[in-house]
């Protein structure tokens, strides 16, 4: 068994930030880029092994050009379970491998 965390930086997100790896399990880790602000930016975010006795630095970059358009909420008694779901894109290897080469 293995317990892991990530450190918190600006504009991204590691979902789940912290758990426990057991023998013979894969993990699935999403990395959220959410800017509030335009522009480039690059982080290293630190996934913390042991509590903290191991670090490993994983370097994260996202460009922020536009703004989306953003929707409304449903609150109340009204929403539905979706409602509660975040949108999220995900992009392959390749994908990103072609936006770094396109820079």
């Not at 426990?20 to 982080?43: A, V, Y």
């Amino acid at each position: 068994m293995l317990d892991f965390s990530f450190s918190k930086v600006a504009h991204f997100k590691a979902t789940p930030c912290a758990g426990r790896l057991m023998p013979d399990c894969e993990h699935h880790i999403t990395i959220t880029f959410s800017p509030n602000s335009f522009g480039d930016f690059k982080q290293e975010i630190n996934l913390e092994i042991l509590k903290g006795l191991y670090k490993i630095p994983i370097a994260l970059e996202g460009v922020c050009i536009g703004e989306t358009s953003k929707t409304r909420t449903v609150r109340g008694p009204a929403a539905k379970v979706e409602d509660f779901k975040p949108m999220l894109r995900m992009i392959g290897e390749d994908e990103a491998a072609n936006t770094l080469l396109q820079e």
